[in-house]
């Protein structure tokens, strides 16, 4: 099967509008007769669900949590990028379209991209007249703030909790749908398998969470927002339901799974403190603006740090390493995430790691309270300020800035970041791979759409900051209502699907046995065994720096600790009732396959780029020497994977990319 | 992890309420458990005790959570009596060992309200909360990609950062749990006013509290009656400020 991305032909900056003008169109009174099923409703699939039934389409939305408002996207503190140019720095459509396209290092596609900036304005102007309070200025304007690797100001914020107060405004509009019967919405519910008939997505199954029923939805429709895999590392800043079930189940029915390495590592999370520790905390991007990350110069002092014999505040400035100035002193401690997360795990490697795992480094917010309390003593007109007096000028500044961060960080490691420097290390954070997708976020099922986190389409090999939640409500309120429209105008006629037929029998018949299994299997160990086994395989040989040798073996030890699993996991509980327990066997069990074809594909590009790292691809003289090296004379495409029986037994499929509007470069941040 | 520090364990003894499913009747039962590090989230304690009785092949407790960073709202445990334990400003999931004390007994129950009836052990039924939102937590607008322009309508910086403080609400439901009314006033109160402060809310003001508030009593909610104590235990500061605004709504949209 030859991939076709359906871009449509014109200049880039027309396309979209074009598209639009050209499509088929569903008239009021057939959408009646049109479902459409929404699995997921975090930013993605809520913006979907809402403006489809506004639209007047009958949508029956999914999510595993008791209510959409708790989808991880509420997760999100820093903010949603738009190139509104309010600032006046210069911004535009090319300028968001070319630093995403940068950011992403090259390996996304430009005609999805520059759609994605395109409707970027309208995303602002729909969530402010939905009511969600974004920061203002004191002129009663929008307030925005900057964010890593760009130029202008275009991130738009709400305090630290941006992602929840624009799912609080996705939610919202679906209330109002589900309130006039236009959404069905079906929490507590988890989508098993996807059902096709006649080669169309046609419906699901999905088992309710609370009493273990297994139920068959049908649709004319199907449409997966289920977020990112990042879980399949199993500590990551994701929410513990986070899980790759459904994106996996369309896999193996027949959607092309793209670039699954492709993986963000955020530099500045809370270290991890023991084995018994369950999930990761971010700390914001925007803490690099004032922080300075260091470890010490000397490995002496470093031991001393690791035993807990040394206070951080002992060291002298001369004997700190502020790795990232040293190494980049054009963009110093602002670099881009991937290339901040790696300089920390060389140092760490190397033995420099501050706390008693040895994987931790510095950042430090004492330089930056100094600095802003010697401002703060100059306005004040203060004459000879004590030392006292200065920090306190310069934390009070400190504080209005990042104040709930450091107070989320202060409740979690019990140490005061103003007093001492805050420890942090990079974790698993976001999947730019994903189900493969056409222009019409269209998978390779006819009928199947994917959108959000879950397709890999906008951000290439790496993801800038504020771009996903831009993504998430670009696909849901103003891409896929047109381009899902195109694909129903010829289901006017189709009528009702029925759910008595052998290919539902069949899917169901799937899923319950599989569930079968898991409670009638005696077996030895614990769901979270394994996770965290395959985290572990993950993190060490998947992780921020790749090998051939390194990826062979994890191969292999994914697929035998899957056959391990098979034979000796243990899930309590019956089938009929809430059993968490068994809903962790079965996303487990589909990372365990996830996993070994994330490693696949690692192996296969045997190139460096963005958040994908390979030793064997770094620049070895000049300037550059030991950066990572891009190969855009081989690897310039999407790697696109059929599902064949196994994980290893996959196909490649290449969708060569092809940039006409933007020059292939180089980075650099030296 | 705290630096020039010995690490303390804790030894814990853990009275559980059990209850099969909604039509089962619960009882608290005992667990101990060993070895508890301070740097542990509570919930991470709970993790512990689930995988001793995974391993012993005993059912697990079940406990609603997942972002376990004090924002999704799923988490609701009622732990020596408190909703969401004696830390302040933190929900279950935020909640640290090192509150507790080695030897230490600790009760953990579901939030309870009769709108908020159990569906297994710690997990509860908050749909009644979703319901009240349906009856009119929105502005009606729809997606049309011609909205007006986001700067269009200037607001005051003081009303925006109101009506943020309301909309930090998490939907957790600790001010019920908290509740001898089992009011769910505060809940209403920071959605109301959220909408209430801000321009684009006004239109459908009225109707917006009323049908809210009528939901609210359907729900089987009670009344409040200045006790305070949601406000106390709310992890997200939603300040009583709030129901007093949403009775003004109320008077507003009456006369
Ligand atoms: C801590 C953190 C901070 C972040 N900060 C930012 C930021 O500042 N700016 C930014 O742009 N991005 C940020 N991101 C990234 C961004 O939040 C996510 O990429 C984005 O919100 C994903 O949205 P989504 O709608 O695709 O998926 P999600 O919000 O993850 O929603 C997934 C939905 O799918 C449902 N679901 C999953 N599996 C199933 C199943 N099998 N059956 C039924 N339902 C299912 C869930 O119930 C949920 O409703 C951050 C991410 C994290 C983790
Ligand atoms: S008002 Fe506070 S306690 Fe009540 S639901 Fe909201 S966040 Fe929870
Ligand atoms: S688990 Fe999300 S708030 Fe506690």
Same mark, same amino acid.
């Given at each position: ?56 389409? =009958? ?22 990028? /738009? ?14 379209? @070319? ?35 974004? /920061? ?5 304007? %929008? !307030?925005? $703030? ?49 059902? #096709?008939?006649?080669?169309?997505? $046609?419906?699901?199954?999905?088992? =309710? ?80 603006? +004032? ?42 401690? *602002? ?57 306190? *000028? ?16 202060? #409740? ?77 105008? &010829? ?13 539902? !029998?069949?899917?169901? &018949? ?50 035998? *600790? ?21 809903? #962790? ?78 020059? %292939?470069?180089?980075?650099? @941040?030296? | ?57 005993? +059912?697990?407790?079940?406990? !609603? ?14 732990? =020596? ?20 004390? +080695? ?8 939030? $309870? ?81 959220? @909408? ?53 709504? %109320?008077? #507003?949209?009456?006369?």
């Amino acid at each position: 099967m030859a991939l076709n991305s359906k871009i449509p032909e014109g200049p880039i900056k027309d396309k979209w509008t074009d598209y639009k003008n050209h499509i088929n169109l569903v008239n009021p009174a057939n959408k009646r007769h049109i479902d459409v099923i929404v699995v997921g409703t975090g930013l993605a699939g809520g913006s979907a669900a809402a403006t489809l039934a506004e639209l007047g389409y =009958n949508v029956k939305a999914f999510a595993y949590q008791d209510s959409p408002r708790r989808a991880h996207s509420i997760a999100a503190q820093g903010g949603i990028n /738009a190139a509104k140019n309010y600032m006046g720095d210069g911004d535009s459509t090319y300028r968001l379209f @070319y630093d995403t396209v940068k950011g992403g290092d090259y390996r996304s596609r430009e005609a999805n991209v520059y759609r994605l900036a395109e409707v970027s304005a309208n995303i602002i102007d729909q969530c402010v007249a939905q009511g969600v309070p974004f /920061a203002r200025d004191y002129g009663g304007l %929008l !307030d925005n $703030r900057s964010f890593g690797g760009v130029l202008v100001s275009r991130t738009f914020y709400a305090k630290g909790q941006t992602g929840q107060q624009l799912l609080l405004g996705a939610y919202s509009a679906m209330n109002r749908q589900i309130a006039r019967g236009k959404i069905e919405m079906f929490n507590r519910h988890e989508m098993l398998d996807v059902v #096709k008939v006649n080669g169309k997505a $046609r419906g699901i199954i999905a088992r =309710n969470l609370i009493t273990g029923e297994i139920e068959r939805h049908s649709a004319h429709a199907v449409v997966i927002a289920t977020g990112g895999y990042g879980n399949v590392y199993y500590l990551s800043t994701n929410a513990m339901g986070s899980n790759a079930t459904a994106a996996w189940k369309i896999h193996k029915k027949g959607a092309f799974f793209a670039n699954p390495c492709f993986t963000q590592i955020h530099p500045t999370c809370i270290p991890r403190s023991g084995d018994y520790q369950s999930k990761l905390t971010l700390m914001s991007e925007s803490l690099r603006n +004032d922080g300075r990350i260091w470890v010490p110069k000397h490995i002496e002092d470093a031991k001393s740090l690791q035993q807990r014999k040394m206070k951080p505040t002992d060291i002298p400035e001369e004997n700190r390493d502020y790795f990232l100035e040293r190494r980049y002193p054009a963009f110093g401690n *602002l670099v881009p995430r991937d290339v901040a997360s790696r300089a920390a795990k060389e140092r760490c490697d190397a033995g420099f790691g501050v706390n008693a795992t040895g994987e931790a480094v510095y950042l430090d917010f004492a330089a930056a309270i100094e600095r802003y309390g010697k401002t703060q003593a100059k306005i004040q007109n203060l004459e000879n300020p004590s030392k006292e007096k200065i920090y306190d *000028l310069g934390r009070a500044i400190v504080e209005e800035k990042y104040g709930n961060l450091f107070q989320m960080y202060e #409740k979690i490691v019990d140490e005061d970041p103003y007093k001492t420097p805050m420890m942090i290390y990079p974790a698993t954070h976001y999947t730019m791979g994903g189900i493969w997708v056409d222009y019409n976020l269209m998978t390779t099922v006819n009928g199947l759409y994917c959108i959000g986190e879950a397709n890999f389409s906008e951000h290439g090999a790496n993801r800038l900051g504020a771009s996903a939640l831009m993504q998430g409500l670009a696909d849901g309120y103003f891409v896929l209502p047109y381009t899902i429209g195109d694909y129903l105008s &010829n289901e006017i006629r189709t009528g009702k699907i029925p759910t008595n037929t052998p290919e539902f !029998d069949e899917a169901e &018949n799937d899923v319950k046995e599989r569930l079968n299994f898991f409670i009638n299997n005696k077996g030895e160990h614990s769901v979270d065994y394994y996770h965290k086994k395959l985290g572990k395989i993950m993190w060490d040989k998947v992780g921020m720096s790749r090998n051939a040798q390194g990826l062979i073996s994890a191969m292999a030890e994914i697929k035998e *600790l899957r056959e391990d699993f098979w034979k000796n996991v243990k899930v309590p509980g019956k089938l009929d009732e809430m059993n968490p327990e068994l809903e #962790k066997a079965g996303r487990v069990a589909d990372f365990l396959e996830l996993g070994e074809l994330f490693a696949k594909d690692a192996l296969m590009r045997n190139e460096s780029c963005g958040g994908h790292f390979r030793e064997e691809s770094v620049e070895l003289d000049g300037e550059q020497k030991g950066e990572a090296k891009r190969n855009d004379k081989e690897y310039a495409f999407v790697a696109a994977w059929e599902y064949k029986g196994e994980p290893s037994a996959a196909v490649l499929h290449k969708e060569e990319l092809e940039f006409k509007d933007i020059e %292939l470069k180089q980075r650099s @941040y030296k | 992890m705290t630096n020039n520090q010995q690490l303390k364990y804790m030894n814990l003894t853990l009275k559980i309420w059990r209850q099969e499913d909604s039509k089962a009747k619960g009882r608290m039962v005992d667990y101990k458990v060993t070895e508890i590090s301070e740097h542990m989230s509570f919930l991470e304690m709970m993790d512990v005790l689930n995988e001793q009785l995974v391993n012993k092949g005993e +059912d697990p407790v079940a406990f !609603d959570h997942d972002c376990r960073e004090g924002i999704c709202g799923m988490c609701s445990m009622y732990i =020596n009596g408190e909703a969401h334990g004696p830390d302040r400003g933190v929900t279950t999931c935020q909640l640290h060992m090192r509150m507790f004390k +080695d030897g230490d007994t600790i009760t953990i129950e579901p939030f $309870r309200a009769t709108a908020f009836p159990v569906i297994k052990d710690l997990v509860v039924d908050r749909s009644s909360f979703e319901r009240i939102q349906q009856a009119g937590g929105y502005i009606s607008v729809n997606t049309s990609g011609n909205t007006q322009d986001a700067n269009s309508i200037p607001i005051s910086k003081h009303a925006a950062d109101e009506a943020m403080d309301a909309a930090m609400c998490i939907g957790c439901g600790a001010c019920v749990a908290s509740c001898k009314n089992s009011s769910a006033m505060l809940f209403v109160g920071a959605k109301v006013s959220q @909408y209430a402060l801000l321009p684009q809310g006004q239109v459908e003001a009225a109707d917006r509290v009323r049908n809210m508030v009528a939901q609210m009593d359907l729900e089987g909610f009670g009344n409040c009656t200045n006790t305070g104590a949601c406000e106390i235990e709310c992890p997200k500061g939603i300040s009583l400020e709030n129901i007093a605004r949403m009775n003004r709504e %109320l008077m #507003k949209a009456s006369i």
